[in-house]
């Protein structure tokens, strides 16, 4: 069996995905820098760097499947070039060296952030969306490397891509931003709220997400793998129930919150001490990034089981693991 490549098992849903393929039986080939930690996996260590072409053309020799994960995944950089230079020069260099080594289909983990949100609806793989509605350089960085991923697909290339929503659960880590609020929300570190929404998934759904893509997913089309829409308000009350903690009863207006953001984000800028409230991250709450998964459900047969399964397993993890 040739090995499976996966890009990203250090971090949160790299690590869900390669944890799933290693249960169902493939050989693992993980990509990591020499100071990236694998923990709790079986999976072959391959030096390398997303920026490094040569690294990853030894890495992807005689893979097959190739899932490419990781992503540089922070809402404030005090020199966005590194998110580009990893996120679009980085899905470059992966796919093709994925293609070179003739691997038989690359799934790319993208972003719901690139999909277009409507006014009081759900966001589809359909709705209209540019560069311009791309908040911040994280976003921004994430939908040029989805071009580069459409583009490849267009010249023959084996590219399947999925958009997961705002996955949550166990193992997150860093933790990632939506995993930060988890842990604000226990630590008590949440008095107030936006009113804004997102769409929360069960990462190891997510994962599950994934490999149905690389069985199932057309060449070239993109899947939403998303779970449920809540607003924040909801989400709280869901943890509040889930953790024993109180929900913050209070909503600030978007005004308010953008000027905290400007405050935090401009002495970052100045101290290099990442920002409480990034800017980047209140732009992207003044829309309400709702969408629907209907068509990952239909042509892949995703189907995400309740949130508050993936909402417990992230609050008993973090507190097993003295995060809050």
């Known amino acids: 069996m040739k090995p499976t490549f996966v890009t990203g098992a250090s971090g949160f849903l790299g690590w869900h995905v390669a944890r799933l393929l290693t249960e ?56 966005p070039r590194v998110l580009y230079a990893s996120n679009v020069e980085g899905t470059r260099n992966v796919i093709e060296a994925a293609a070179a080594a003739k691997a038989d289909r690359i799934v790319y983990t ?8 409507p006014k009081g609806g759900e966001g589809t793989e359909e709705t209209p969306v ?30 399947v891509i999925v958009n997961p929503t705002a996955p949550v659960g166990d193992h997150d880590w860093k ?6 609020v988890i842990v604000d929300f226990l630590r008590g570190k949440l008095p107030a709220y936006i009113d804004t929404g997102l769409n929360f998934v069960d990462a190891s759904d997510t994962a599950l997400g994934h490999l149905l ?3 199932r997913g ?11 829409n809540l607003t924040m308000e909801q989400l709280f009350h869901r943890l509040a129930r889930l953790s024993g903690k109180r929900a913050p009863s209070t909503k600030i207006p978007y005004a308010v919150a953008y000027a905290a953001g400007l405050i935090s984000t401009g002495w970052a800028n100045l101290t290099g001490v990442e920002p409480v409230a990034p800017l980047e991250g209140v732009k992207m709450a003044r829309k309400k990034m709702f969408a629907s998964h209907r068509k990952a459900q ?23 693991e003295v995060y809050c």
């Open 130 to 159: 540019s560069l311009r509605d791309m908040a911040g350089h994280y976003k921004r960085s994430k939908w040029l490397a989805e071009q580069v991923a459409l583009e490849k697909a267009r010249q023959g290339v084996p590219v």
């Open 24 to 79: 169902r039986g493939h050989r693992v080939r993980a990509l990591c820098r020499e100071q990236s930690v694998l923990r709790e996996l079986d999976v072959e260590r391959a030096q390398g760097d997303l920026r490094d072409r040569a690294s990853l053309d030894r890495a992807l020799e005689g893979c097959g499947l190739v899932f490419h994960v990781a992503a540089d995944y922070r809402l404030w950089s005090k020199d």
């Open 175 to 180: 933790p990632t931003p939506t995993g930060k």
């Open 298 to 320: 239909q042509e892949l047969g995703f189907d995400p089981g309740p949130v508050d399964g993936a909402l417990r397993k992230a609050i008993d993890w973090f507190r097993a």
């Open 110 to 117: 993208s972003t719901v952030g690139c999909i277009g949100f």
């Open 213 to 215: 893509a690389a069985e």
């Open 218 to 228: 057309r060449i070239g089309e993109r899947y939403i793998l998303g779970g449920q």
